[in-house]
């Protein structure tokens, strides 16, 4: 299994970016899939998730109205758009999924490599 994100990086107080997270090495259009984010010193939180279908979608609070989280199962990919981004979500953001791997018997939770998001002026 391997989680791939992309799209991070600089942006000012005010601004919008999307993360991509591409997927492969199981069944993407089965599970559900999340993004995580560690800002320095504080511990991983979850951010969003969405549901295998796409409909079923959840945010935590500090992030509501401002990101939306989404999915296209052709691609294999999860996203994430950020707006109105603050200092305070400047972190590292992960792609997560607890899936069965194509040829194995359980589940297991995977990660992403992690991609940065720093919101300054």
């Known amino acids: 299994v391997q989680l791939v994100e992309s799209g991070g990086g600089l942006v000012q107080p005010g601004g919008s970016l999307r993360l991509s997270c591409a997927a492969s090495?199981?069944?993407?259009?089965?599970?559900?899939m999340n993004w995580y984010r560690q800002a320095p010193e504080k511990e991983r939180e979850l951010v969003a998730h969405?549901?295998?279908?796409?409909?079923?979608?959840n945010y935590v609070d500090s992030v509501k109205g401002r990101f939306t989280i989404s999915r296209d199962n052709a691609k294999r990919t999860v996203y994430l758009q950020m707006n109105s981004l603050n200092a305070e979500d400047t972190a590292v953001y992960y792609c997560?999924?607890?899936?069965?791997?194509?040829?194995?018997?359980?589940?297991?939770?995977?990660w992403g490599q992690g991609t940065q998001v720093t919101v300054s002026s």
């Open positions: 997560n999924t607890h899936a069965r791997p194509w040829g194995g018997f359980y589940e297991y939770t995977y």
């Open positions: 090495g199981f069944a993407f259009v089965s599970y559900a």
């Open positions: 969405i549901g295998s279908g796409g409909d079923n979608t």
